[in-house]
């Protein structure tokens, strides 16, 4: 699946997108999120803080505790501020 | 009749409110949001998530236009850089009579604020900061559920 990356998110990861497989234990966005922190560092400070961390399942707003099975694009981002 | 867009370049309201007040409707309100010139903001940079915002957009025009009846919906939110002063949303409602025309708009920016992906980023002397989202947002938006 394609995950992708706004804001200071995208900043603090260092990329704005990439290609990912994570594995079948990976149900939910913040399982996704787990799983990410895990994979270094950078990852690990970035994603610290779930509770201001927001993200949508191809394209549509989501909770953290939402699933992804079958998702072909996930995005994380911070609350927006738009208007 | 509904339209969005979102350009990189000024927001021109004249020509979005003339549109809209050629559709024979009895009342057109609207909402410009402008770059405000204050803690010393140099330039205010926009970014979206490209696809999604669309579909917001277009989802919120949508919804409004059938709470209210409407006869025409208009939201333009600019991204990429603009400076202070700038507009940077405009929303339009087109109605046969007032009440559902300004009470349409108010629900447009309330709304769009809490439900479409975008991030300002502010440029100032010192540097830049990405401005944090208000609970008072939060809060504005769901007086219409």
Same mark, same amino acid.
Request: proline letters at 5%; charged letters at 25%.
């Given at each position: 699946?394609?995950?992708?990356?706004f804001?200071?998110?995208?900043?603090?990861?260092?990329?704005?997108?990439?290609?990912?497989a994570?594995?079948?234990?990976?149900?939910?966005?913040?399982?996704?999120?787990?799983?990410?922190?895990?994979?270094?560092?950078?990852?690990?400070?970035?994603?610290?803080?779930a509770?201001?961390?927001?993200?949508?399942?191809?394209?549509?707003?989501?909770?953290?505790?939402?699933?992804?099975?079958?998702?072909?694009?996930?995005?994380?981002?911070?609350?927006?501020?738009?208007? | 009749?509904?339209?969005?867009?979102?350009?990189?370049? *000024?927001?021109?309201?004249?020509?979005?409110?003339?549109?809209?007040?050629a559709g024979?409707?009895?009342?057109?309100?609207?909402?410009?949001?402008?770059?405000?010139?204050?803690?010393?903001?140099?330039?205010l940079?926009?970014?979206?998530? *490209?696809?999604?915002?669309?579909?917001?957009?277009?989802?919120?025009?949508?919804?409004?236009?059938?709470?209210?009846?409407?006869?025409?919906v208009?939201?333009?939110?600019?991204?990429?850089?603009?400076? *202070?002063?700038?507009?940077i949303v405009?929303?339009?409602?087109?109605?046969?009579?007032?009440?559902?025309?300004?009470e349409?708009?108010?629900?447009?920016?309330?709304?769009l604020?809490?439900?479409?992906?975008?991030?300002?980023?502010?440029?100032?002397?010192?540097?830049?900061?990405?401005?944090?989202?208000?609970?008072?947002?939060?809060?504005a938006?769901?007086?219409?559920?």
């Open positions: 699946m394609e995950l992708l990356y804001a200071w998110v995208r900043e603090r990861m260092g990329r704005a997108s990439e290609r990912i994570p594995p079948p234990e990976v149900v939910t966005v913040a399982d996704l999120i787990a799983w990410l922190r895990a994979r270094g560092a950078v990852e690990d400070a970035a994603l610290a803080d509770s201001r961390l927001r993200a949508a399942v191809d394209q549509v707003f989501v909770g953290l505790d939402a699933p992804i099975a079958g998702a072909r694009e996930i995005a994380l981002f911070p609350p927006v501020t738009g208007g | 009749m509904i339209r969005v867009l979102l350009p990189t370049a *000024p927001i021109d309201v004249a020509a979005e409110l003339a549109a809209l007040e024979g409707a009895g009342a057109v309100a609207s909402f410009t949001g402008l770059v405000r010139r204050d803690d010393g903001v140099e330039a940079e926009l970014e979206h998530y *490209p696809g999604a915002t669309d579909a917001a957009l277009l989802k919120l025009a949508e919804a409004a236009a059938a709470r209210w009846s409407l006869l025409a208009t939201v333009v939110h600019r991204v990429g850089r603009m400076l *202070p002063g700038e507009r405009f929303v339009a409602a087109a109605a046969r009579h007032r009440a559902a025309a300004l349409a708009c108010a629900y447009l920016i309330d709304r604020k809490t439900d479409a992906p975008f991030w300002k980023r502010e440029e100032t002397a010192e540097g830049a900061r990405w401005v944090e989202a208000r609970a008072t947002d939060d809060h938006a769901r007086r219409w559920e």
